[in-house]
């Protein structure tokens, strides 16, 4: 019902925002990804899902079209309410809750707090085909880049690291650029360790 919201940012906080639009103000819920890239300037865009129950009226907002696509699809499985999308987007990139339910990657959403092995395979069960599909990838150009990953982790822990630290080193590292070699995301890896 309500697309976007254009107009003075008059609040701005990890949370939420609120945005005046011709003299109302809207409270909007957001991801830490949407803070992140949400402008200090006065005047904003801000794409938006607007939520009714019976209880209450929610509006949740987007710094892009993308995030609200993949917090849309969240919505749709079973068990995954508005405030556990909003905390996966606030947890992983979209990009990388895309990759990671394209790839069947369990351990990826599992690490999102809240989020159980049960729960995660179901995002991944309902959702595979889905991104697969709207976004048009092949599923061998991800398998591949997450060979990079697996291959990276592995050099890391031989190198002692403990794996809970390298995998946040090396998800960083193919969040900034995805398309580097082992070798370059282990060097880049261990800059961060």
Do not use: W
């Not at 019976?54 to 079973?78: C, N, P, T, Y």
């Not at 990671?100 to 595979?128: C, F, H, Y």
């Amino acid at each position: 019902m309500i697309h976007h919201l254009k107009g003075k940012l008059i609040e701005k906080n990890p949370t939420h925002l609120i945005v005046e639009c011709a003299g109302v103000g809207y409270f909007v819920n957001i991801s830490l990804n949407t803070f992140s890239k949400v402008p200090d300037a006065e005047n904003v865009q801000i794409y938006t899902h607007l939520q009714v129950k019976e209880d209450s009226h929610s509006l949740f907002g987007f710094a892009e079209k993308s995030e609200r696509e993949i917090f849309r699809l969240l919505l749709s499985v079973s068990g995954i309410g508005s405030s556990t999308a909003r905390t996966m987007l606030s947890s992983l990139t979209p990009i990388q809750i895309r990759d990671a339910i394209a790839t069947g990657d369990v351990p990826t959403i599992q690490s999102i707090k809240g989020i159980g092995a049960k729960t995660a395979q179901r995002v991944i069960l309902d959702l595979k085909d889905k991104i697969l599909k709207i976004y048009n990838i092949d599923e061998v150009s991800l398998s591949s880049n997450n060979t990079n990953r697996d291959e990276a982790l592995s050099a890391l822990e031989v190198l002692g690291f403990v794996r809970k630290q390298a995998e946040k080193a090396v998800d960083k590292v193919l969040g900034q650029d995805p398309a580097l070699s082992v070798e370059e995301t282990i060097k880049q890896a261990l800059k961060n360790l």
